[in-house]
């Protein structure tokens, strides 16, 4: 059932005469804004591209922990330190919140992690990218979170009950996340000299790979026509990146920093600026596998789920006795 689902996730939007009713009375419902509840019949394939986006974006909260849990031990503060713990601890909140989502459309915490380990599943771009330096960390916040807001906010009103409930406490939360970050930035921004420079340099590795998480430009998307159809996706892959650029260059300036692109001017005529796409070989590749990080983040995932087995076994068998136990005693 579950490898049947990811099989026909993405296979394009069906014109509405070839609708069964059944799919056409579905897309009445979207059209009109009406949740669908786990419990609701939809089309199988509405069900695999739900699977698909939301187990990925669980994978990405969880392995997106890593780059930042690296720095929680050097922190130059106390409290710097007890705000990136609790920042790194809100992401495996939203994980859970997330494959939670995903299970109420019939498929388990363990097939999904499977598949992230056996590299059936993706991950967002931006976590195959190393965190370097104490400046790396506001980026993270900054413009890592700053993305993801942008993206998820929207995702408040998608159209899946369960998904669009979770966003709303993972946006609370994003929020504070990307506020964080800006104060490391602009604490190192109006630091030393060298405090300085390790901002801008924080700045010219993270702003390219943060503009690719919001996906491959509109006309290479596979996906979007169709989720979009169905709501569960709001804006397209570009609206979005448009708009993070839109509302983070000022935010650069503020902070006396320079976006790394040449051709970043405002355009009067457009009421957008005009900005560099990202290199997208650069982001094919990634996705294949082949980032500077994918290696280790994968690694560290299997490690801790292999790590992790005596506790789910150890669950498991606490669950079947106590099973046994309640048969027994009827
Ligand atoms: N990375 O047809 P589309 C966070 C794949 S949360 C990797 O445009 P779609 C919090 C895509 O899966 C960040 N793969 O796909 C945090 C598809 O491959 P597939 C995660 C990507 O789904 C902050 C193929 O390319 N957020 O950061 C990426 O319509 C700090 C074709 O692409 C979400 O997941 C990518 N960047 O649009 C945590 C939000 N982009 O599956 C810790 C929900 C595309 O066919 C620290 N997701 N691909 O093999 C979405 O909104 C969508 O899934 C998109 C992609 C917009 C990401």
């Known amino acids: 059932m579950y490898a049947q689902m990811i099989k026909t996730a993405g296979t394009g939007v069906k014109p509405r005469e070839e609708m069964t009713p059944e799919e056409a009375a579905f897309q ?42 690296n720095w929680i031990t050097r922190a130059p503060t106390l409290e710097r330190k007890a705000i990136l713990l609790a920042k790194v601890q809100d992401e495996a909140g939203h994980g859970l919140y997330l494959y939670c989502a995903a299970e109420t459309l019939g498929v388990s915490r363990d097939e999904l992690t499977e598949d992230l380990l056996s590299g059936r599943m993706k991950y967002s771009s931006i976590f195959n990218y190393p965190t370097l330096n104490w400046a790396d960390i506001g980026a993270v916040g900054w413009l890592v979170d700053g993305a993801a807001i942008m993206n998820q906010v929207p995702l408040q009103r998608t159209s899946y009950g369960p998904y669009s409930r979770a966003m709303i406490r993972i946006c609370k939360e994003e929020s504070f996340h990307q506020r964080q970050g ?17 901002a801008q340099d924080a700045l010219n590795r993270f702003w390219y790979p943060s503009l690719m998480m919001f996906g491959p430009s509109d006309k290479e998307s596979v996906h979007s026509a169709q989720s979009m159809a169905w709501k ?18 000022p935010q650069a300036e503020y902070l006396g920093l320079t976006v790394p692109d040449d051709k970043l001017k405002w355009n009067e005529e457009r009421g957008h600026y005009d900005f560099s796409e990202p290199d997208w070989t650069e982001f094919f590749n990634v996705l294949k596998g082949k980032g500077p990080c994918n290696t280790e983040r994968m690694n560290g995932r299997k490690r801790a789920w292999e790590d992790g087995a005596w506790v789910r076994d150890g ?10 136990r309640k048969v027994a005693a009827e």
């Open 315 to 324: 669950l498991m068998a606490h669950a079947q006795k106590r099973a046994a």
């Open 182 to 198: 800006y104060d490391i930035m602009m604490k190192m921004a109006q630091g030393t000299e060298a405090q300085k420079k390790m």
């Open 28 to 69: 009445d419902r979207i059209d009109a804004d009406i949740k669908i509840e786990p419990k609701d019949w939809m089309p199988d394939e509405y069900r695999a591209t739900l699977v698909r986006q939301i187990g990925q974006h669980a994978h990405s909260e969880i392995v997106g922990q890593l780059p930042e849990g």
């Open 232 to 249: 569960i996706k709001i804006d397209s892959n570009d609206e979005l990146r448009q708009r993070f650029v839109d509302q983070t260059v």
